[in-house]
């Protein structure tokens, strides 16, 4: 299900010029009502489910309700975030609440290799393999 803003916790991102929802939306479908100063889905039918604005909501505004195939009771489900892990919440209709911490990844900012080592060249474009093959899969099977 499309995301959905609580306006009773929408705070507008304290009436800065774009909200967190706006800067992190990979489909452009959040904005900011400028007369309510409330975010809203401009777009429902658009949205991807990809939950960046319901993590990055400073105050827990917006919600993902759940599909009723692998939530029949009508769920609603409710990422809070800490500084080293992410709580999903799903609430239930009839009350119960189920909650599962999964860490978050503290890799340095910096400390990736982007290539991760193995060579890149215009050549890999017409190549039927993936950039990393063979030596990723530990086989010199297609190697030319």
Do not use: H
């Not at 119960?96 to 340095?108: Q, S």
């Not at 910096?110 to 050549?123: E, L, N, R």
């Amino acid at each position: 299900m499309p995301s959905f803003v609580i306006n009773e916790k929408c705070d507008g991102c304290k009436a800065q010029d774009r909200t967190a929802c706006q800067y992190i939306c990979p489909n452009d479908l959040m904005v900011l009502d400028m007369e309510k100063n409330k975010a809203y889905n401009r777009a429902v039918d658009m949205c991807w489910e990809c939950y960046s604005c319901v993590k990055i909501c400073p105050t827990q505004a917006i919600e993902i309700r759940g599909y009723a195939d692998f939530m029949p009771l009508g769920a609603v489900v409710q990422p809070m975030r800490s500084t080293d892990a992410i709580m999903w919440a799903i609430r239930f209709r009839n009350k119960n609440i189920k909650r599962f911490k999964f860490p978050i990844r503290t890799t340095p900012e910096g400390s990736i290799v982007p290539d991760a080592g193995y060579s890149t060249g215009t050549d890999d474009l017409k190549s039927p393999l993936l950039r990393t093959e063979p030596e990723s899969i530990g086989t010199d099977l297609y190697k030319k």
